[in-house]
């Protein structure tokens, strides 16, 4: 299969994705269409060496995600075919309404059509989670929250979804477990405390930020003491965030999760929690449901 073009690695470059980690997700995905040999239907009913123009379009409203993911699977599929070329009309983190065009490709309509699913696959993926991560972002409008995703990802495509999360307006939570650590419940029952479990995180990665979870304010309180950067609120009630942020008394950032819905996320917010973790974001995210409309060709 081709490689990318250069100027398609620089913008997934400047967007933070990793060109050769695109190129592997969107081989796997045509790897599985054609696993068993050539695309039989548009072999049939496609003429050999067809050009033609197709419209990816929206139809629905959403926030996009993943144009240049999507066009890297039209360059890939045509690998020994004569240039794909791709025309963006918007961009990731836009809002569109029904009916917008996202994309317009032209080139061989076999390699379009062949790659069709793929393209659409990751981009409706990612563009439900920005579009789920707006209505969250929108939501806690006008406080200080931000809304930030887990690590309930799919594997193999953890940084593509965390991509789509900040299209939608949203933060991100560590990509791995060494780039920062989060003390939960189970550390905190081997280490035997809040401050036991700190202290040894803090031995064998000094410098490294640590987050804790808090089942109680009386956690919390120890978790503060502690000289804890950062307290994750794990299934407090509304009244028990703002007892924390109160504990608190802006020593720490402080992290509301589990149990968070979209209906509630404003008063959790206005708390004065600093962030919200929503797992939903990436691991319940409904598609976003766009299509490719073939416009001239044959």
């Not at 930030?148 to 979804?161: H, I, S, W």
């Not at 003390?183 to 401050?195: E, P, R």
Request: contains cysteine; proline residues 3%; glycine residues 10%.
């Amino acid at each position: 299969m081709a490689e990318l073009k250069e100027d398609l690695n620089v913008r997934l470059l400047s967007a933070g994705l990793d060109p050769a980690a695109v190129v592997r997700v969107i081989r796997a995905g045509l790897a599985e269409d054609l696993a068993d040999g050539p695309d039989v239907t548009t072999a049939a009913t496609i003429p050999q060496g067809a050009v033609g123009l197709a419209d990816v379009v929206t139809r629905r409203a959403g926030v996009i995600a993943g144009l240049y993911v999507a066009e890297a699977a039209f360059y890939l599929a045509g690998a020994d075919s004569p240039q794909i070329t791709c025309k963006h009309t918007v961009a990731d983190g836009e809002r569109v309404t029904p009916g917008t065009v996202l994309m317009t490709v032209e080139g061989p309509l076999d390699v379009i059509l062949t790659a069709e699913r793929t393209a659409l696959n990751i981009l409706c993926h990612l563009s439900g989670i920005a579009t789920l991560t707006r209505r969250w972002a929108d939501a806690v409008a006008g406080t200080k929250a931000r809304v930030r995703d887990t690590r309930k990802t799919m594997p193999g495509l953890r940084a593509l979804e965390k991509y789509a999360v900040r299209c939608g307006g949203g933060v991100n939570h560590r990509m791995s477990l060494s780039d920062a650590a989060l003390i939960k419940d189970n550390h905190l029952a081997a280490a035997g405390s809040v401050t036991a479990a700190l202290d040894a995180v803090g031995r064998l990665a000094p410098g490294l930020a640590v987050e804790v979870e808090c089942d109680t304010i009386q956690q919390v309180e120890e978790a503060v003491s502690a000289g804890a950067g950062l307290i994750l609120l794990d299934n407090f009630s509304v009244a028990e965030t703002a007892e924390a942020v109160r504990v608190n008394a802006g020593r720490a950032l402080l992290e509301a999760s589990g149990g968070l819905r979209l209906e509630t996320a404003a008063e959790v917010a206005a708390t004065g929690v600093d962030f919200l973790a929503v797992g939903a974001l990436t691991h319940s995210a409904p598609a976003l449901d766009i299509g490719l409309d073939l416009v001239r060709g044959g």
